[in-house]
């Protein structure tokens, strides 16, 4: 089985592919920085993880990411989309750059969005898949309230984009779910936060090895469905 985890070279992303490979995956760490992600290979030192350079904003860094993979392996079991940017809690919505916000929608909406079309034909004819979108909690329009705004609408509307694919492909094999890890202890979190990065992997991970009756269309933490 193999795996594909964007944004890979620390945090959240490093340990989903520690975790997948422990499971028994052939895993791909992605991450647009080049020397930190060979680096961060080096720092797991497992054959069963390699690595391959990718920039989920550049068209023709997904194509070329997407030509490797088939002509080496074939197919694409799990593609984890964990890339994602601008937790902008410096901005509210009456003021945002809008230039900020068209960045952060280019990496955290329009990324998975890309890494979607490219790898789903693999999965198609594999019947067989599952796309973890790795959103936040800051995405739920379920007491959403006011700040972070370039962040909490580009996961919201990366959640709607995990319920436009679940719904165009049911029954083909591919399951498509959303995943907030939680408040975890990352760059991004800070040191602050209450979860371990394994625990907020753990939720990623398990989405990623659904079985084939495993929910589509969904938004979990810990296997848990949260309200949208």
């Not at 959240?12 to 975790?19: F, H, T």
């Not at 996961?155 to 408040?183: F, Q, Y």
């Amino acid at each position: 089985m193999i795996a594909l985890v964007t944004g890979a070279n620390r945090g959240i992303g490093l340990e989903v592919c520690r975790q997948l490979a422990k499971a028994g995956y052939e895993v791909i760490l992605t991450s647009r920085d080049e020397e930190k992600g060979r680096r961060a290979i080096k720092e797991l030192d497992n054959d069963r993880i390699s690595y391959h350079s990718l920039d989920v904003a550049d068209d023709n860094s997904v194509a070329k990411l997407q030509s490797y993979v088939e002509e080496r392996y074939g197919r694409l079991d799990v593609l984890v989309n964990n890339a994602g940017i601008n937790y902008d809690t410096w901005q509210n919505a009456e003021k945002a750059d809008l230039i900020t916000v068209q960045e952060t929608f280019d990496t955290n909406v329009l990324g998975p969005w890309r890494m979607s079309q490219a790898f789903i034909p693999l999965m198609r004819k594999h019947g067989y898949g599952r796309i973890v979108n790795v959103s936040s909690g800051a995405g739920a329009l379920d007491g959403m309230g006011g700040g972070t705004p370039a962040y909490s609408v580009s996961k919201a509307s990366l959640n709607v984009l995990t319920i436009k694919l679940a719904a165009d492909l049911k029954g083909t094999g591919i399951l498509v779910n959303s995943v907030g890890p939680g408040w975890v202890r990352t760059d991004m979190g800070g040191k602050e936060a209450p979860r371990s990065v394994a625990e907020g992997a753990e939720g990623i991970v398990w989405a990623a090895t659904l079985p084939k009756d495993g929910p589509t269309g969904g938004f979990f933490r810990d296997g848990k469905r949260i309200e949208w």
